[in-house]
């Protein structure tokens, strides 16, 4: 049987009816808990099972109800506010931010969706302040409740990881996070029928200089998805930038622009951005990135450079190297080159990388001699350059890289060096076989034709090794070396001796007795 009460569906086992399937207070009676599931996300729950389960039916905003805009009077704020005004008819309006009517633009803003037939509250508040909100929130008047929350506030807080301070974290999850946490608890009993949280694309693939901004909106991202198994509605919107001339994407410099191009990530138009909006309420998921993806450009990067795990089966490419070992192509190139051909087929490189991270098409008129802040470089485009060449070499790199190495030649050869590392020295990785060998004489003696065997190997072995006849000292006397001992013990006397003197030395076997103690040496 299937009840519905306007807003939800509940299944129920065959003959049962839902006030037997509930208890006196309308919970759930029966043990565990009751999926609950947005109905357009049906043909992707086959986890759920047969079971009695609740299903919720997306719910139209009902221009009665009041709807929040968190930034409100910012650049994506104002133009959402806008939409849900002349799009969806929405007629009551709360505008939250942190000045109130003294934000450039804002009276000029409600006098506009007023004009769209809207009502428009629009108040100064700290939305990283769980009481302060709580207020704002409980002035929403009774017969206006709040059916709607627009989570737009951001801002910015760029810079490389180790140049972050506390304070530009705090500052950018306050804003971010903290603030959609307290909306969600203070909300949670509302009859909502969207809770859209506008979060970055930043977070799903990476920003250049954006690690407190990108776990921020991870949070968004990660609170939708929580929501939406609780049975309230959420979604999180990574956004691409739009092209806009105010608020965080009007900051944009022409740099910022040609990294976001090279990246492949398009700028949206206001219109194309307000049309994804739309389809994102429509479509119930929990997250998504409405972006706008040049894909040709984002294949080309693919080949050679570091792809994101996310964009991957879209484009191609591949992971950066996981072991830190050159990246193939590039250290058989090098192999078969003359020293001085290596050093400028590794200078080519980085000032290839460096150009294009730049705007400029190839590494023609890049003097190695100058230093990467005079050739424009600065902590973004370092990083990025640094991302490059991890990619390209298959090396592990500092995110200091071009503040240690500041001048192409310097970088030059800081990674030529590490591309061609001097070669180990053979007296240790000797003795590094010799302790992998301990290990796997120790698993493979398991029975006497097995230790026997490999009690001749090692007779043979130390007799080439050490010149001996195997049984006995060069001149007949008694065996005194390690050579001499394993060829005159037999195979029982060699594993033990392993067990027990050898593992001294390579600290995988047992404690070693006094040396003065023979009665167990061979």
């Known amino acids: 049987m299937v009840a519905a009460d306007g807003r939800t569906l509940v299944t129920l086992p065959s003959g049962r009816s839902f006030s037997e399937a509930a208890g006196s207070d309308g919970h759930a009676a029966q043990a565990g808990p009751v999926p609950v599931l947005d109905v357009r996300r049906l043909p992707q729950a086959r986890h759920v099972g047969a079971g009695p389960a609740v299903l919720t039916l997306p719910v139209p905003l009902d221009p009665g109800g009041t709807v929040l805009i968190t930034g409100g009077t910012g650049a994506l704020g104002a133009e959402t506010a806008r939409h849900l005004a002349a799009r969806h008819g929405v007629r009551r309006l709360l505008l939250l931010n942190r000045t109130g009517h003294a934000a450039p633009g804002a009276d000029a803003l409600v006098e506009e969706l007023s004009g769209l037939g809207a009502h428009v509250t629009l108040a100064a508040c700290d939305i990283g302040d769980r009481a302060a909100l709580a207020a704002a929130l409980a002035a929403v008047p ?29 500052a950018v999850l306050r ?96 219109e194309q951005g307000l049309a994804l909006f739309d389809a994102a ?142 070669e180990a020295d053979p007296l240790a990785s000797a003795l590094t076989e010799i302790d992998r060998l301990e290990q796997a004489l120790r698993l493979a003696s398991a029975d006497e034709a097995a230790r026997e065997t490999l009690a001749r190997r090692l007779r043979g072995t130390l007799q080439r090794l050490g010149g001996t006849d195997g049984r006995n ?43 003065t103690d023979q009665r167990a040496q061979p």
């Not at 608890?185 to 901004?213: C, K, N, P």
């Not at 000292?473 to 029982?492: F, K, L, N, Y």
């Open 142 to 170: 009774a017969e206006h409740p709040l059916t709607a929350v627009v989570h737009a506030a951001g801002i910015v807080g760029d810079g490389t990881v180790p140049s972050l301070e506390p304070a530009q974290i705090e």
């Open 175 to 270: 804003v971010k996070a903290d603030s959609a946490w307290h909306l969600h608890e203070l909300t949670r009993d509302a009859d909502l029928s969207a809770f859209v949280l506008y979060s970055s694309v930043a977070g799903l693939i990476g920003g250049a200089g954006q690690g407190g901004y990108a776990a921020a909106n991870n949070f968004l991202d990660a609170l939708a998805q929580y929501r939406q198994a609780l049975g309230l509605p959420g979604t999180s919107l990574a956004w691409g930038h739009w092209d806009m001339e105010t608020g965080m994407a009007g900051r944009l410099t022409d740099a910022d622009r040609a990294r976001n191009a090279r990246t492949g990530v398009v700028g949206l138009s206001v």
């Open 281 to 422: 309420l429509a479509g119930g998921g929990s997250v998504l990135a409405p972006v706008r993806l040049d894909l040709a450009r984002m294949r080309r990067q693919a080949q050679g450079y570091y792809t994101p795990a996310v964009l991957r089966r879209l484009v191609g490419g591949t992971a950066s190297q996981a072991g830190g070992a050159p990246a193939p192509d590039l250290a058989r190139s090098l192999s078969g080159l003359a020293q001085e051909d290596r050093e400028r087929a590794v200078l080519d490189l980085v000032g290839s990388h460096a150009m294009a991270v730049l705007g400029h098409g190839t590494a023609k008129g890049l003097d190695p001699a100058l230093k990467f802040r005079e050739l424009g470089f600065d902590s973004l485009t370092a990083v990025e350059l640094r991302n490059r060449l991890s990619a390209a070499t298959g090396l592990r790199l500092p995110a200091t890289l071009v503040f240690d190495h500041p001048g192409p030649a310097e970088l030059a050869r800081y990674l030529l060096a590490e591309l061609d590392p001097p």
């Open 473 to 515: 000292g060069q001149d007949g006397a008694a065996p005194t070396g390690v050579a001499d001992r394993i060829g005159a013990s037999s195979a029982e006397e060699i594993f033990e001796f392993i067990d027990r003197d050898l593992g001294r030395e390579t600290g995988l076997g047992e404690p070693a007795h006094d040396e």
